[in-house]
């Protein structure tokens, strides 16, 4: 079982995520983001094998103090992986998320994160289809290539969750005195 930290959006805002999220299906045999049951977010850092603990104890120090925060998002990308093309939202840099996820690696030794998580080699995104098949590359890379109308996402939530399935282990409302 895997453990993330992310943030997520419970809010009006993500509702161009969840439009993408739409759009891309249709290069998947089934909705890859719908079926998580859970809402549009940014995984910040994903552990294999790690005491629940250990987990917990980052969360509540990297969890001090957040504020809810807002991100742009003004064009997409692609992840070419070994069985699937995955499409996503490129967020635009952000002071907010940066913090949180150096918070995170602070507590819990970069080494033990999945390599794509570590600092250093870490991409911003937010999945919007996970499963694409590779007989579909050229549509979905087509898809995530053209311009789109930008938009910006309240970010209101931050977990700790295991997957698969999705199972929220910890979780927090950011501050509202964020933005």
Known sequence: MAYAFNIRSENETSNPLLSLWQQCSCFERSPSMAQLSYPPHITLAIYDDLAPESLLDAFSIASMGIDKFTISFRSLGYFEAPNA???????????????????????????????????????????????????????????????????????????????????????????????
């Open 85 to 179: 093309i995955i499409l996503w939202a490129a967020p635009e840099p952000s002071d907010a998320l940066a913090s949180i996820h150096t918070r995170i690696h602070s507590q819990i030794e970069p080494e033990l994160c999945r390599a794509n998580y570590r600092p250093g080699r870490w991409v911003p995104h937010s999945s919007l289809a996970t499963s694409i098949e590779y007989s579909h590359r050229d549509e979905a890379i087509a898809f995530a290539n053209k311009t789109i109308d930008p938009f910006e996402v309240v970010f209101d939530f931050f977990d700790c969750a295991s997957f698969p399935p999705v199972k929220i282990t910890r979780k927090m409302r950011l501050n509202e005195t964020g933005s």
